[in-house]
């Protein structure tokens, strides 16, 4: 879509405004108050493969770079998980 994930609320404005009719945008997003013009549906993840996509997702050097090398010291440091 061009804007990237988790867009600032001026850019998710600025991009759905420009979007014909019959579109659909697809990411993650507010609720921006004044677009009630639209039909906005809410999807919610199963809350155990949320909380495996975010244990992996913060150790994803590809996407993370030194933030993921961050998480794993802590997790190394953490003890008391086990792992």
Do not use: Q
Not at 17 to 45: F, K
């Amino acid at each position: 879509n061009g804007t990237g994930f988790l867009p600032s609320k001026e850019t998710l404005i600025d991009h759905l405004n420009s979007m014909g009719n019959n579109s659909i945008y697809e990411n993650h997003a507010t609720y921006v108050r004044g677009l009630e013009d639209r039909e906005w549906i809410s999807v919610i993840r199963d809350p155990l493969e949320l909380m495996n996509s975010m244990f992996y997702y913060a150790v994803d050097e590809e996407i993370r770079k030194t933030r993921a090398y961050k998480a794993l010291d802590m997790r190394k440091k953490d003890t008391a998980c086990g792992c």
